[in-house]
């Protein structure tokens, strides 16, 4: 079994930043790729950025140029920076992580932006 830990979330102003962490821990054998997915109110759970395991990465339209994704195997944690928030960022976050033929969510911390 493998439990994801997401920290980070929180209230940010319009303009401001976040750094949200995902920690894995259990049964890991090999971190293969590593996510993060947002859904915001009333909406479906969408692609915010992913990142494979020898770090290349891939974003949605709506964050490039604003959010990063990285991660330190090492650690078996996923990082991603966010910046220029506004309230359209305004979701809950959750860590997404493939190991080996399973994969895994977060509990998803929520991430309020304020105007």
């Known amino acids: 079994q493998v439990q994801l830990v997401e920290s980070g979330g929180g209230l940010v102003q319009a303009g401001g930043s976040l750094r949200l962490s995902c920690a894995a821990s259990?049964?890991?054998?090999?971190?293969?790729?590593m996510a993060w997915y947002r859904q915001a109110p009333g909406k479906q759970r969408g692609l915010v950025a992913v990142?494979?395991?020898?770090?290349?990465?891939n974003y949605a339209d709506s964050v490039k140029g604003r959010f990063t994704i990285s991660r330190d195997n090492a650690k078996n944690t996923m990082y991603l920076q966010m910046n220029s928030l506004s309230p359209e960022d305004t979701a809950v976050y959750y860590c997404?992580?493939?190991?080996?033929?399973?994969?895994?969510w977060g509990q998803g911390p929520q991430v309020p932006v304020s105007s």
């Open positions: 997404y992580a493939q190991v080996q033929f399973n994969y895994y």
């Open positions: 259990g049964s890991i054998f090999r971190l293969n790729d």
């Open positions: 990142i494979t395991r020898g770090g290349s990465t």
